[in-house]
């Protein structure tokens, strides 16, 4: 079965909780991995949501793989910058 991969966008606005409850939530509804996505400042964010589902929400929880890149955004003034970006991947075992 070709099953796309679900997203979660992670930011610093919303509460951890917000992720964790959006992954609970997709992986309930039968999907089998979800990829959580963060720039810049938020990556420590991303990291928090992937170890709060594993250690405290669903443990059989699998971290199947984790991507690392760089991103060049203009910013608001008009500035180019670079941003680190992460992909994590979470996957439920068969």
């Not at 997203?7 to 979800?34: D, E």
């Not at 170890?51 to 059989?60: D, G, W």
Request: charged share 20%; net charge positive; hydrophobic share 45%.
């Amino acid at each position: 079965m070709n099953e796309e991969k679900k997203m979660v966008i992670v930011g610093n606005s919303k509460p951890l909780l917000n992720y964790v409850t959006a992954c609970i939530t997709m992986f309930n509804s039968g999907a089998r991995c979800v990829v959580l996505r963060a720039r810049g400042k938020a990556i420590n964010a991303a990291v928090e949501v992937a170890q709060l589902l594993k250690k405290r929400f669903v443990s059989h929880l699998e971290i199947s793989n984790i991507t690392i890149d760089g991103e060049n955004v203009t910013s608001r003034d008009g500035k180019q910058l670079n941003l680190s970006v992460i992909e994590i991947e979470l996957s439920m075992p068969n």
